[in-house]
Each structure stands twice: as structure tokens, then as C-alpha cells.
């Protein structure tokens, strides 16, 4: 099989080298001449096998997103097929699908987690579209999620629309856990009775209910920076809680702890917070995202983001 793959950032990059690792031929397009393998779309369509183009698109969701669908629409063929992997706002993935349909194209839109240790640790993906083109996809989805036993780190969610609605559910609940892993920091470093916070909670990582990867990675963090004394509370959103929020809303859904977690990060761009630093340092573990240096100035975004947690 031979993909290509438009988006080499942080996460594109090491889909592109995990997938080859599995015996996926790649061609992979970015605008950035220093990671490229070709220099245009153009040129990323000409080398793919005609009749059986699969084209994985990872690039922010929104504008760039849609200009990239709209491009490839008119390059790709009938019986061709795109995915978008980013996190793109799910009602976005209708639409890019109709735009594909007009010239015979498929669409699978496909929510992935696993930030930027996915290249090592496999992917998490959740994918929505017609069960054909699933099937053809598969090799794909095998080359990124995690292998062994526990290889289940794979879910075809429903038709078109599915992968990233429940891509966004998962980001809303990741909201959610890191907020109350970040608070219960914030109590045991705030009273002088527990002696080694980060100690306790390397012992919550083995045989507690509460362990997970995110408390590991949120004691990677203590041990790299016990006080977090280098980075800054303001911690960034990136939509998908915006989303999850409003789909509650409209739903009737009661969920107060994934809201309280997204309006935390609304307060951490008004005052420090040691509960919000750790908040923005697993965000920094996980997936890589820029964090503010200790004193930066904090300058509150114009417009609602949209890209990873």
C-alpha cells in the first residue's frame, strides 16, 4: 500500500515514520521544504498509484483544513479517498464530504489520540465514514495503533462525522481529568503536612483507582520541574471543550465537570494558579503544545482556537 500524507508537524511527522515503520509506503506534503518529500500537492497526488489514492490530511482544523479538502477535490480522481485526522469540528465533516462526492472521492474523518509519544506508543483512533472505505483503510489504522494484546486502541464510531464527534468527547473528558489531577496538586503542595507531593503522587501512579497515563505523565512533569517553577499558569484551549460544551448544551447533557474544566482554563489568563501550571504541563507532555515561560505576559486570544487539546 502507498498513502500520502499532508501535514508534517509534530504529529504528522511521526505518523509518517510509524507507518513506514510498518511497511507503508508514505510520500508525505508540507509546506515546510526542510520535511517534505515533494515539493506541491501536486506533485504528492502524481505519486500515488492512480485508481487507489489514499491521501491522510493532518493539518489544523478550520480554513486550512477546508482549503485542503477543496484542493484535493479537484486533484484526486473517482474511487480516490481522503481522511482527516486532525480535530476537526465534527458538523465540518458533512460538508467535506459532499465536496469529495462530487468528484467520486471518499471521506473518513478519523480522531486521533496519543500526542506525541504516538510514534513509539501507537495511536488511539476513532474513525467515522462507509464501511468500504474503512476496510480499504485499514492497513493505515494497523500501521498506527498500538500493537499486542491490548491492540483495541481502534473504533469505527459510525458514518461520517462519528470519528470526530467522539474525538471531541474524549478531549472534553481529558479536560476534565487533567483539571482534577492539576487541583489535587495544587491541595497537597498547599498545606505544609504532606512533605513530598511529588513522591505521593508517583505512589498514586501503582494499584490506586486513580492511576493513569496522565498522572505518570503529570509526575514526568514534577520530576523535570518539582515547583513548576519555569512555566506559567495560562493555559491555552484548543476547541474541542469549547465543542463538547456547546453539545451538551444543546443536548440537555449535564456535564459540569468537563465546563468547570474548560472555564479553569478561561481564569488561568487572569491570575496564577499552581493547579493551572500543572494543567499546562501535561499539556506540554503529552502533546508537545508550547507553554509560557514564568512571567511572560499573558495576552488572551481574539478568536476561539481550533487545533489539539
Do not use: C
Amino acid at each position: 500500500m502507498h498513502i500520502g500524507l499532508v501535514g508534517l508537524g509534530k504529529m504528522g511527522a511521526n505518523m509518517r515514520q510509524r507507518i513506514r515503520d510498518a511497511g507503508v509506503e508514505v510520500t508525505g506534503f508540507d509546506r515546510n521544504p526542510e520535511v517534505t518529500d515533494v515539493p506541491t500537492l501536486e506533485d504528492l497526488v502524481r505519486a500515488l498509484p492512480a485508481g487507489e489514492r489514499v491521501v491522510w490530511v493532518m493539518v489544523p482544523s478550520g480554513p486550512i483544513t477546508d482549503a485542503v479538502i477543496r484542493d484535493l477535490a479537484g486533484l484526486l480522481a473517482p474511487g480516490d479517498l481522503v481522511i482527516d485526522g486532525g480535530n476537526s469540528y465534527y458538523q465540518d465533516d458533512a460538508p467535506h464530504a459532499a465536496i469529495l462526492a462530487e468528484h467520486g472521492v471518499g471521506f473518513i474523518d478519523a480522531g486521533v489520540s496519543g500526542g506525541i509519544w504516538g510514534l513509539e506508543n501507537g495511536y488511539g483512533l476513532m474513525v467515522g465514514g462507509a464501511p468500504e472505505d474503512v476496510a480499504r483503510a485499514m492497513p493505515v489504522f494497523d500501521a498506527l495503533r498500538p500493537p499486542g494484546e491490548r491492540a483495541d486502541g481502534f473504533v469505527h464510531a459510525g458514518p461520517v462525522g462519528a470519528g470526530h464527534y467522539a474525538k471531541m468527547v474524549h478531549n472534553g473528558i481529558e479536560y476534565g481529568l487533567m483539571q482534577a489531577y492539576a487541583e489535587g496538586y495544587e491541595l497537597l503542595a498547599a498545606k505544609d503536612l504532606v512533605t513530598d507531593v511529588p513522591a505521593t503522587m508517583r505512589a498514586w501512579t501503582t494499584g490506586t483507582v486513580v492511576r493513569s497515563w496522565l498522572l505518570d505523565l503529570l509526575v514526568q512533569a514534577l520530576d523535570e520541574d518539582p515547583r513548576f517553577g519555569a512555566i506559567d499558569d495560562w493555559v491555552e484551549d484548543s476547541g474541542e471543550g469549547r465543542w463538547t460544551v456547546d453539545e451538551a448544551i444543546d443536548l440537555a447533557v449535564p456535564a459540569p465537570v468537563i465546563a468547570a474544566a474548560l472555564f479553569a482554563r478561561f481564569a488561568s489568563r487572569q491570575g496564577e494558579s499552581p493547579a493551572m501550571k500543572a494543567v499546562a504541563a501535561l499539556r506540554q507532555q503529552f502533546g508537545g503544545h508550547a507553554v509560557r515561560a514564568a512571567g511572560a505576559e499573558t495576552v488572551t486570544p481574539a478568536a476561539p482556537p481550533t487545533s489539539e487539546a
